[in-house]
Nanobody, 124 residues
Framework: VQLQASGGGLVEAGASLRLSCVGS????????MGWFRQPPGKEREFVAH????????VYTDSVKGRFTISRDVAENTVYLQMNSLEPEDTAVYYC??????????????????WGHGTLVTVSS
């Protein structure tokens, strides 16, 4: 499984961005898909994930109500729509995938596949 993330950039606080993660080698409907981020000088942290059937989405508290994870099976792509961006959202964002169910999906070590990161910078 290969994952390619894109869509990062430099925006002002309050703006929106949509990140994309295109998968190859396996369809996203057979994978648990997630987004993580790593702020400057900090550890990688969980942002959101979406279940294989897209029926369940989970978010970290700091992005609830602002970020939305979704997928397009036809495009084999998972998205992260980010609205009302804040300077604290500045980070390198990574998409991740696993074919397994996870007991602790917020733990980055539990995920099997990772894309290269895309940098999001939010200025105040």
């Amino acid at each position: 499984v290969q994952l390619q993330a894109s869509g990062g950039g430099l925006v002002e606080a309050g703006a929106s961005l949509r990140l994309s993660c295109v998968g190859s080698g396996r369809t996203v409907s057979t994978l648990l898909m997630g987004w993580f981020r790593q702020p400057p000088g900090k550890e990688r942290e969980f942002v959101a994930h979406i279940s294989r059937d897209a029926g369940t989405t989970v978010y970290t508290d700091s992005v609830k109500g602002r970020f939305t994870i979704s997928r397009d099976v036809a495009e084999n792509t998972v998205y992260l729509q980010m609205n009302s961006l804040e300077p604290e959202d500045t980070a390198v964002y990574y998409c991740a995938a696993t074919p397994f169910g996870l007991r602790v999906p917020t733990a980055s070590v539990a995920w099997d596949y990772w894309g290269h990161g895309t940098l999001v910078t939010v200025s105040s």
